[in-house]
């Protein structure tokens, strides 16, 4: 796979293009209608800004009094790209744009492109390059680069307007690689009132300086490797009722240089969304697991996580309430000292037009170990918006 | 005319039950399908699938927001809001997992797609129907509420 690594090295001229053809994608569609080859150029905006409101680690916090610099307490809101709230108001955290654009050649044969930029990393990242082919009516291969499509919200965890919180929990949505160049082969069919989408996927990814480690190892420079990744999900669909479950191994390579850090780690990951949405009301839980196995060093970790909230449609209006949680269980606490935190949330979303939403959002996090970030308080507040 | 416009501005205002024509959801003269039930015509156009047994790739062709059958096409086959069917487009368009439908302004525009091309599937109102397409599926409002 690593002959596509060429796929991260993306000049900046691309997005400049990008948003070019996402200015003009009304005339672009209208030009190419329903004959081919059609262009879709699609975009999706979310500024997001917060703080935490409590200046005071608790009394019995025993972690590190800042973390990548910046005094705790903090919440860390987005592992993958080191989004981090602490006492002062940011908007550098979360906030987010993506254009992607979708060349259908024939019918059956299409190229995909996704480029994102944050306010934690203004070079555009190539979140998605890849060329699908449907084989059948049932069948889709797809090679190049893609999201990891771990847990339910993975795909699609940077569209604000998809989801009814500022942003996907970190408990569940929290990990050093989020894509892989590989290839993967999508199943997808209606059998009387259930409709069934599975895929399967293999890979690799290689994360350089990845802001999760740089979480622990601040202003060093670290290698993560996902090799062998392998992994299979699928997804049932009843009328009201949302079922998935989905599977994930990988051998994870972590190399710090400055400090002589090297591991490796058996990956495993697993996971069931169920997701209920009967008429103005909704109910969206997950329950994941996942597991590190240092079989060189002799302990593993493994880390139940969960996260389930409900919320009520009142017109333009959505109030959101969640509990989210993450907790490490280590066989050897000398070796590996693990981490655990609660959060409580309530948000409450207006639909300004059907592309377009505002949300604020109060969490209240739990450092449940007092080791990592202690408890804070924080409160968010996000403009959301897709363009097509 | 002007008393019409009040009558609609009023039903909508009030959010009124009235009576409303029938939306038929079309395909080419040619195509090979014949009919589709309701979890089909809500799953394709929510996008939970694709194809349809006898063709492969089915694109779909919706009307402008602004358009009268779009809303009610929505809320009656779906029962879902405009904004719920775009959010969940949205999550498959940057999955990777499919296509949005294509928008065109009228009815005409969707007859006029459709009756080209065999791969394409749309909704009109009844009252524009005409030869080059089949009605795959009728869309009974009657009884539906205009919803705002």
New interface residues.
């Given amino acids: 796979m690593s002959r596509l690594h060429w796929l991260h090295k993306v000049s900046f001229s691309h997005i400049h293009l990008l948003v070019f053809l996402l200015a003009f994608s009304e005339v672009s569609?209208a030009q190419n209608?329903?004959g081919f080859p059609q262009l879709?150029v699609?975009g999706?905006v979310s500024a997001v800004g917060g703080q935490v409101t409590n200046t005071q680690v608790t009394s019995d916090y025993a972690g590190p009094l800042t973390i990548k610099g910046v005094e705790c307490p903090c919440y860390i809101a987005d592992w993958a790209n080191g989004g981090m709230y602490a006492d002062s108001m940011s908007f550098t955290p979360e906030s987010r744009a993506?254009v992607?654009a979708?060349y259908?050649i024939t019918?059956?044969f299409?190229l995909?492109g996704?480029l994102t930029s944050r306010g934690t990393s203004l070079t555009p990242d190539l979140q998605?390059a890849?060329a699908?082919l449907?084989l059948?009516?049932?069948l889709e291969l797809?090679v190049g680069r893609?999201?990891i499509?771990l847990y339910y919200y993975s795909?699609?965890q940077?569209?604000g307007?998809?989801y009814p919180w500022i942003s996907p929990p970190p408990e569940i949505y929290g990990w050093e690689a989020t894509n892989y160049n590989g290839i993967s082969m999508?199943f997808?069919?209606?059998f009387?009132?259930i409709?069934i989408?599975a895929s399967a996927f293999t890979g690799s990814e290689k994360v350089k300086d990845s802001s999760y480690q740089q979480f622990y190892f601040y202003q060093k420079s670290n290698n993560v490797n996902w090799n062998n990744l392998i992994g299979a999900d699928i997804e049932i669909?009843y009328d009201a009722l949302t079922f998935r479950a989905v599977y994930m191994q990988a051998k994870v390579e972590t190399r710090i240089p400055k400090d002589d850090f090297n591991s490796l780690a058996g990956l495993k990951a697993y996971g069931v969304a169920i997701n209920f949405d009967i008429?103005n009301f909704f109910i969206i839980s997950e329950l994941t697991q996942l597991t590190r196995d240092f079989s060189a060093e002799d302990y593993s970790y493994r880390a139940p996580a969960y996260s389930i909230g409900m919320g009520v449609?009142i017109g333009?209006w959505t109030p959101f309430i969640n509990l989210g949680q993450y907790k490490e269980i280590s066989s050897d606490k000398e070796k590996y000292q693990p981490q655990a935190f609660r959060r409580p949330s309530f948000t409450l979303r207006y639909?300004i037009?059907?592309?377009s939403d505002i949300k604020i959002q109060a969490d209240t996090n739990s450092d449940l170990t007092n080791n990592f970030s202690s408890d804070s308080r924080i409160v968010r507040i996000s403009y959301d918006r897709?363009f097509? | 005319m002007k008393i019409v416009k009040w009558f609609i501005t009023l039903c909508v205002v009030t959010n009124t039950t009235f009576a409303f024509a029938n939306i038929f959801v079309i395909t080419s003269a040619k195509s090979p399908l014949q009919a589709l039930n309701s979890?089909?015509v809500s799953?394709l156009f929510l996008g939970?699938?694709?194809?349809?047994?006898g063709?492969?790739?089915i694109?779909l062709?919706d009307q402008s927001?602004a358009a009268p059958p779009r809303a009610v096409f929505y809320q009656v086959v779906t029962?879902k809001?405009?904004?719920?069917?775009?959010?969940?487009?949205?999550?498959l368009?940057?999955?990777?997992?499919g296509?949005?439908p294509?928008e065109v302004s009228d009815d005409a525009s969707v007859i006029s797609?459709v009756a080209?091309?065999q791969?394409?599937i749309g909704y009109i109102d009844e009252q524009k129907l005409n030869a080059d397409v089949k009605v795959l599926y009728v869309v009974e409002t009657n009884s539906g509420q205009i919803k705002r």
């Fill in positions: 569609i209608e329903t879709h699609t999706f993506g992607q979708s259908r019918p059956e299409s995909t996704q998605w890849y699908a449907k059948n009516s049932d797809q893609k999201r499509p795909d699609f940077d569209v307007v998809s999508r997808n069919r209606q009387n009132e409709n989408n669909n008429g449609r333009s639909d037009d059907s592309h897709v097509d | 979890e089909q799953a939970k699938i694709s194809s349809l047994p063709v492969d790739v694109q062709i927001e029962g809001t405009l904004t719920q069917v775009k959010n969940g487009w949205m999550r368009v940057f999955s990777g997992k296509a949005p294509i797609k080209a091309n791969n394409l």
